[in-house]
């Protein structure tokens, strides 16, 4: 955090304030990140509190650091709720006699694209003095994200899922309060030499991101920065191409709808898997199809329940698109519910 | 591990064979390599070996762990003996009422380029059930290492260090005895969903080593494997600097003589920087001076005690830098015992 050339440090002050937290580090990856905060405040057999559409990184984050991991459910509509965090945090101080040490809550989880609230749920967890990390992997560079106004201790975004940066690459916020925990320097000593390590953080290794990944971070920052302010017109595109899907008659929309993210699940089990079950190329003829109108990247294979993202398609991509779903689906005998308004 | 394009299982299987260890995983540089061992071995509290000549990261390992680090001294050729860990052992046990939980070894040293005797100090800590951790930072990649022969737990080697290869890289090699504790695939699981997480191990945080890095060392890997065969090459190429250096009145040798190793520690406190105090460049003039000749990366004003290596430098190099050195000197009025034979 000390060296000038190429400006770490600077980086890292424009980074905290982007995100409006105090402390910046850069990490080779979220994952990192999750695990300096864990092995700060997590010994063995400390219960750890997750969601249950935490991303296995964090799993891995809270048994690497010995921690026991205990889920706030989600509702029936895949949402993580603040009364769900205060009666799960109520459960685990029965069970351990306490307070668990930690929270990992994920703004958007990675398998629905919902968005929970946070600032609700950071708010409980701080009566019960609960750290909070954000994990930010799907939000940090993609929408704007403001640590203070969410109310949590740690902001953890990934350099390659969501920074166009290289992998592996995140950061690491940190609120004043809780800097000089997860970014303590050490204290180690030898005890024959006496040798001491001077600012060297432990949890950092001594090092924060090196090399190709850490300039290539500090290129796309920018950009980044930029892009986030125009999240609204993602979403608008995203619009575009879910209308379409759900005017296919049976494809369901899994995640919350309206949408507030562009990554999605959606079921076509009782749409275009049907026509899996007889298309001579089986359940690869949406993707084969798709192709045909030079649309890649898509799901290989799967025709029942899937995923996408429209993260940075322009306008007339969303539109093609969503054209080309139509298509598929009526050129196949799919009943589609006259076009989608903005087609 | 299970990754078959790019073919990371494969070229982990080669690293493993060339290093005559069982199972190896690349990692995001040797400090990772060190944190993973030290997670998996040491609790808050527990006594873990270090040397007096340890590197940092080493420490930060033991320290993010919650070890307490504990050196065995060097003696007064600042060698690390079996004898001296024997010892340091024994007094671990009477401070701590129990043996160390691990050990970190450092077969060359970083500060004088020494090589201790890894295959003794690892038979004296097994027989307190001790494991070892042989940092080969600079040795993996640049002279053979045999890990069955040397009787070690562990190898870390640095990818940048020492493998030619991009910055942040590098090996954790294990015993199949070891290969389960370190390598231990997790058992966390989600209390609420009842999600496993099946073959992810915790002390990678999911995934070995990304990207371009990965890539990187796979790259270099046939020419690192090769280079190391010739090492003796290396160590005559460094004795003809070496001569040189010492045959110039009052320079003398910190590291061991003869050396085994092309990173040595010099002092020229009664060479080099008697010229330095009357000399209008200062301590700079040797920099400078070497820049003349085409000699580069060396010691930036450094005339006192400093350290040089010589790995991958030619024959005629070689032999330029020698007769630098001795025509530098003869310069600025400093005895010169006569060339030194290959000169």
Redesign the interface.
């Known amino acids: 955090d000390y060296i000038t050339k190429p400006p770490i440090a600077e980086f890292h002050k424009d980074v905290a304030k982007w995100l409006n937290m105090d402390a910046v580090r850069t990490v080779?990856?979220a994952?990192?990140g999750f695990?300096a905060v864990a092995?700060t405040y997590v010994?063995?057999g400390d219960p750890v509190l997750?969601t249950?559409l935490?991303h296995?990184?964090e799993?891995?984050?809270?048994?690497?650091?010995?921690g026991v991991?205990?889920?706030?459910?989600a509702n029936d509509q895949k949402l993580v709720t603040p009364d769900a965090a205060a009666e799960k945090i109520e459960a685990v101080k029965k069970e351990f006699g306490r307070a668990p040490v930690l929270a990992f809550i994920d703004h958007v989880d990675y398998q629905y694209g919902n968005m929970h609230d946070v600032a609700g749920i950071a708010k409980v967890c701080h009566q019960y003095d609960v750290p909070v990390l954000y994990n930010g992997a799907y939000t940090v560079g993609v929408l704007p994200v403001d640590g203070k106004a969410l109310g949590v201790d740690f902001v953890v975004g990934s350099g390659?899922k969501s920074m166009a940066s290289?992998?592996?690459s995140g950061i690491l916020a940190a609120t004043a309060e809780r800097e000089g925990e997860v970014f303590r320097t050490?204290?180690?000593?030898?005890?024959?030499?006496k040798?001491k390590?001077g600012i060297?953080e432990?949890?950092m290794?001594?090092?924060t991101?090196?090399?190709?990944?850490l300039v290539g971070m500090m290129a796309s920052f920018p950009h980044v920065k930029e892009r986030t302010k125009h999240f609204d017109k993602e979403l608008a595109n995203h619009q575009i191409v879910m209308d379409a899907l759900l005017s296919i008659e049976g494809t369901t929309c899994l995640s919350e709808y309206p949408r507030k993210h562009t990554m999605t699940r959606v079921n076509t089990i009782e749409s275009f898997d049907k026509v899996a079950a007889t298309h001579k190329k089986r359940g690869y003829y949406l993707q084969s199809a798709l192709e045909e109108r030079g649309i890649t990247g898509v799901i290989p294979g799967a025709t029942k329940v899937w995923k996408f993202n429209t993260y940075g398609v322009t306008r007339k991509q969303a539109e093609h698109l969503a054209r080309s779903f139509m298509e598929i689906a009526q050129e196949n005998g799919l009943a589609v519910k006259g076009p989608a308004s903005p087609v």
Do not use: W
């Open positions: 080779p990856g994952r990192r695990q092995n010994n063995k997750l249950a935490s296995y990184t799993f891995m984050a809270v048994e690497e650091a010995g991991a205990r889920e706030i459910p390659h290289p992998a592996p050490t204290a180690i000593e030898g005890d024959v030499t040798r390590f060297k432990p949890e290794m001594g090092c991101l090196m090399g190709v990944t």
